[in-house]
């Protein structure tokens, strides 16, 4: 009886095994849609069977596979493997993989989901105190409001971040945001321009990045300099030549 205990508990493992492997032949053959099925579907075995851990390590595992062909499995499989690490009380990996699902969501322009993800990322690591990662997730989130156009949003989760994080407030960067921010409090898009192309900005999440650069104006520098340069220069179209006097007594 304990045998046939311990055989039925295995049962959902191996089953898992073997879809796995019919995922990785289906890949093979280029049919991805079919393979994003079998990889659930070994998850769900996994779970069944009472291996958590090892349904998270698939899900992880297999959700980058499909961010060409369907951005939302990508996020679903991330989100399972986030849930499965949050039952084994896994905190460190479960925020990590709810903001991987959030950059996977900006990506498919999905603001509201992003928000939400980040949001519950930001939750976990202040639980666990780990405020040397919550800077990051702060600035995505006030990007995200900008990118919403509600600056007002923005600024309240800037000054709440100073007050109840000290690692933010003391943030070197911290200048750059709220740079940003005064200028789409004053609603200057020539100045919104010049300071979100901040060196700093341009090296952060590349999605983020783009969405940035639909701030960015074109420079009329080189146009205006030409233009100078043209109403400066001397005029030649009504002025004489310079006339030499070929006259033997003047030459004297």
């Known amino acids: 009886m304990g045998n046939e205990k311990r055989w039925c508990k295995r049962t959902p493992f191996f089953a898992a095994k073997s879809y796995e492997q019919a995922a990785q ?3 093979q053959l280029q049919d991805l849609p079919t393979a994003a099925k ?6 769900q075995l996994y779970v069944e069977g009472g291996y958590r851990d090892s349904g998270a390590i698939l899900y992880e595992r297999c959700a980058p596979q499909f ?3 369907d951005r939302s499995i990508s996020i679903d499989f991330y989100l399972k493997a986030a849930r499965l690490a949050e039952q084994e009380e896994k905190s460190y990996q479960t925020a990590d993989l709810y903001e991987k699902a959030a950059m996977q969501a900006i990506r498919m322009s999905n603001f ?5 993800l980040l949001e519950t990322t930001t939750n976990i690591l202040t639980k666990l105190e780990r405020f040397d990662r919550i800077n990051r997730v702060i600035l995505y989130r006030i990007l995200l409001k900008l990118f919403n156009e509600d600056s007002i ?4 989760i800037f000054d709440h971040a100073c007050q109840i994080y000290p690692t933010f407030d003391q943030w070197e960067e911290r200048n750059h945001i709220e740079l940003l921010l005064d200028a789409f409090d004053q609603d200057d898009k020539d100045l919104i321009s010049q300071r979100c192309q901040s060196p700093y900005f341009m090296a952060i999440e590349p999605e983020f990045v783009r969405l940035i650069k639909r701030w960015i104006r074109p420079t009329t520098n080189n146009v205006n300099q030409q233009r100078t340069a043209n109403s400066t220069a001397p005029s030649t179209s009504g002025s004489k030549p ?7 007594d003047d030459l004297r």
């Open 153 to 156: 949003a923005g600024r309240n």
């Open 67 to 69: 961010q060409q062909l």
């Open 38 to 43: 079998y990889y659930d579907r070994a998850g």
């Open 242 to 248: 310079i006339q030499l006097d070929d006259d033997e």
């Open 112 to 116: 509201q989901q992003t928000t939400e």
């Open 25 to 27: 032949m289906t890949q």
